[in-house]
C-alpha cells in the first residue's frame, strides 16, 4: 500500500535547488565539471576569530547541554547589540529577539504559528519561495505583489485591492532583495510600516543581505525597524549566513513586534531545543567584535570584482542587468524568445554552468535569471568564458 502524503503538502512542489543539485551530482559522476552560480551560499569561510571563538567555547565542558529554547540571553544580547551599533535601533532581548535555527525557519514557522486557513498573504513576485510555501502548507491564500523593473523591483501597493488589504494577515518584504538585487530606501520601507498600520497587517521583513554592501558610495541597507513605529507593527529575520559566512552554522534572529515573536516562540518551542551552545557565543563575536568591519569590507570587495566580472560579460551572452548596490545576486534579462528554464538548463547540461530560473522565485520572475556571487572568482572568470566561447548553443 503507497502512503499518502498529508494533503497539506500534497501539492507542493520539490524544493528547486534539491533537484537541480541531484541533477549536478549525476553530471560530476559522469566526469562533468560543473559551475554553480544558482545557489545564494557564500563560498569563502567565516573570519578565523569566529572559528577560534567556538572551539574555545566548545572545550568548554560546561557549554555541551541543551540550551535555553529561543537562545542564550547572551546570544539574543548580543543581537540587541549589533541593532542599536548599526541601525540605532533599541530592542528588549527578552521580549523583541527570538533566536532561530537560521532564518529560513523562523520564516516558515512565524506563518504557521499566525496564519489560518483562508487568510491572505502579501508575497512578494519574484521572491523567497518559502513565504508562498510556507503559506500554502498552512492554509493561507498567497496573494503575490508584482516586482516590476519599470518600479524598481517594489511592491506598488496603490495596485492592492482595499477588499485584500483588509484580509491581510501578514506582508512580506525583503531588502536588499532576493532574487533582483534591488535595494529599498527608508522612506519606502516607511510607506509600507504606514500600509501595515492602516490595515492592520504584521510587516515581516527579511534582511539577512543588509551587511553585504557591494557599492561603498552608496548609504547602508536600513532596517525596517529604523521607521517610527515599526516595533508595534514589523517583525524582522536576519542572520549571520551572509554577514560572516556562517550559512551551515543556522544562526538567524527574529526581531521587533513582541506579540508576533511570542507566538513564533510557542511555536517553535515545540520543534526545536535551541543551539549548540558554543556556535551561539561565536555569534557574539562575529555580530559585534570590532574586527568584523574591515574582514567585510574586504569580503565585499571579493564579491564586488565578482559582480563586476558578470555584468561586463553580459552584453556578450546577450543579457542584460542592472548594477546591483547590495546583495548577493545579479538578476539579469534573458534573451528574447527563451524561457529562463529552458535557458538555465541549457546552460547546464551544454556548458556545465548552473544559473537560477527566474521563474523559480515566481511568475514575475519569467525572463530572467539569478547568478549568485557565491563562487569563487576564478571559477566565476572559468564560466563566463565557456559562455562567451559558446553562446551559439543558447542563443535563440
Not at 541531484?22 to 569563502?44: C, F, K, S
Not at 515545540?270 to 574586504?298: C, I, K, T, Y
Not at 530560473?357 to 539569478?370: A, D, T
Request: aromatic share 10%; with cysteine; net charge neutral.
Amino acid at each position: 500500500m503507497e502512503l499518502q502524503p498529508a494533503d497539506r503538502i500534497a501539492d507542493l512542489k520539490p524544493y528547486y535547488f534539491a533537484q537541480v543539485g541531484r541533477q549536478i551530482r549525476q553530471m560530476q559522476a559522469q566526469g562533468r565539471d560543473v559551475v554553480r552560480m544558482d545557489i545564494g551560499a557564500p563560498d569563502l569561510p567565516p573570519p578565523d576569530f569566529v572559528i577560534e571563538a567556538m572551539v574555545a567555547a566548545a572545550r568548554r565542558p560546561d557549554r555541551h547541554a541543551y540550551q535555553p529554547y529561543g537562545g542564550t540571553p547572551a546570544y539574543k544580547a548580543a543581537w540587541a547589540a549589533y541593532y542599536a551599533r548599526r541601525f540605532g535601533v533599541t530592542l528588549d532581548p527578552e521580549t523583541q529577539v527570538v533566536g532561530l535555527i537560521g532564518s529560513k525557519e523562523g520564516i516558515f514557522h512565524l506563518v504557521q504559528a499566525l496564519v489560518n486557513p483562508g487568510d491572505v498573504v502579501l508575497v512578494p513576485d519574484p521572491g523567497y519561495p518559502v513565504y508562498a510555501a510556507a503559506t500554502r502548507i498552512a492554509g493561507g491564500q498567497v496573494v503575490p505583489m508584482p516586482l516590476r523593473a519599470e518600479n524598481d523591483f517594489f511592491p506598488d501597493f496603490a495596485a492592492i485591492p482595499e477588499a485584500i488589504a483588509r484580509r491581510a494577515k501578514i506582508l512580506w518584504l525583503n531588502y536588499p532583495n532576493n532574487p533582483t538585487g534591488a535595494t529599498a530606501s527608508l522612506e519606502q520601507l516607511a510607506a509600507v510600516v504606514d500600509f501595515a498600520r492602516r490595515y492592520n497587517i504584521l510587516l515581516a521583513h527579511d534582511a539577512p543581505y543588509v551587511d553585504v554592501v557591494l557599492d561603498p558610495a552608496a548609504p547602508p541597507p536600513p532596517s525596517v525597524l529604523q521607521v517610527p513605529g515599526a516595533l508595534e507593527v514589523a517583525v524582522e529575520f536576519n542572520s549571520l549566513s551572509k554577514r560572516a559566512n556562517m550559512a551551515g552554522w543556522r544562526l538567524g534572529v527574529a526581531v521587533g513586534r513582541a506579540d508576533a515573536l511570542q507566538h513564533l516562540f510557542r511555536y517553535k518551542s515545540q520543534v526545536d531545543s535551541s543551539h549548540f551552545g558554543p556556535l551561539m557565543d561565536a555569534a557574539a563575536v562575529a555580530l559585534n567584535d570590532p574586527r568584523m568591519e574591515p574582514w567585510l569590507q574586504r569580503l565585499t570587495e571579493i564579491y564586488r570584482t565578482r559582480r563586476d566580472l558578470i555584468l561586463d560579460a553580459l552584453p556578450d551572452l546577450g543579457l542584460e542587468a542592472r548594477t546591483p548596490t547590495a546583495g548577493l545576486y545579479v538578476w539579469a534579462r534573458v534573451p528574447r524568445g527563451l524561457d529562463s528554464l529552458t535557458f538555465c538548463q541549457n546552460l547546464l547540461q551544454r556548458h556545465g554552468v548552473s544559473w537560477a530560473p527566474g521563474r523559480i522565485f515566481g511568475p514575475h520572475g519569467e525572463g530572467y535569471v539569478r547568478i549568485s556571487l557565491g563562487t569563487a572568482t576564478e571559477r566565476v572568470r572559468q564560466a563566463l568564458a565557456r559562455l562567451r566561447q559558446g553562446r551559439e548553443a543558447y542563443a535563440p
